[in-house]
């Protein structure tokens, strides 16, 4: 596998005529960062934990948010972007971490393409000493993202063992909003959920939009 920068772009990395570009640089605490560009986008992704860390379309702010005092340490995830929770989303059991351990290993890069639209990286991460400590499975774990007139991530797991096994996962993406009045969630319409803001009490989504205006924190 790849593992040096200049490893990472002579096998992976991609120059289209029209602007789509996928190239590889140190990041922040040397943690290898892809760049993903298009002739009107561009996003980052750093191979720890295979977590977007910035999308931006043209000159408008960025779409995703990362905390201004947010640093990137080797092993932690970096608070922001969109962290990959897996195979469990939420507490874990003593001594496990938080939201799993996707988030705080190094991902390998699988596959790159790009035409004259969009450009295309696959990341994945695949049974470890480490993993194997948290979670004794056969898996792998595939990322895809995907950068043209939007950005779309696709998180697929395969499951390669021969005993059965429950996962819970989430790309837990931070949004940069302007102004929270003005947003909307759609396609929860009729789903239960649990109200952390009123002691998990169970209820439903009645309405088509999600809006707001209170703090709202639902699972």
């Known amino acids: 596998m790849s593992t040096t920068i200049d490893q990472l772009n002579a ?98 890069v699988a596959s790159s393409r790009a035409d004259d639209d969009s450009v295309t990286l696959t990341l994945e991460l695949l049974p470890s000493d480490t993993s194997a400590k948290y979670w004794p499975h056969d898996f792998r774990l595939s990322l895809e993202v995907r950068l043209a007139d939007s950005l779309k991530m696709t998180l697929m797991t395969e499951h390669q063992g021969s005993e059965a096994c429950t996962i819970t996962q989430a790309l837990h993406t931070y949004l940069h909003v302007g102004d929270i009045a003005e947003v909307a969630i759609t396609g929860l319409a009729d789903t239960t959920f649990l109200d952390k803001t009123r002691d998990m009490l169970r209820d439903v989504q009645n309405d088509v939009a999600l809006r707001l205006n209170s703090e709202t924190d639902r699972v």
């Open 11 to 108: 096998d992976f990395g991609l120059t289209q005529a029209h602007g789509s570009a996928l190239s590889f640089v140190k990041g922040e605490a040397d943690l290898p960062v892809a760049i993903l560009r298009t002739a009107d986008a561009e996003a980052r992704v750093m191979l720890q934990g295979a977590q977007i860390i910035h999308y931006q379309v043209g000159e408008q702010p960025p779409i995703i948010w990362v905390g201004e005092e947010a640093k990137a340490i080797p092993g932690k995830s970096l608070r922001g972007g969109v962290p990959v929770c897996w195979p469990w989303f939420g507490a874990g059991a003593e001594g496990q971490p938080a939201h799993g351990f996707a988030r705080n290993l190094n991902w390998q």
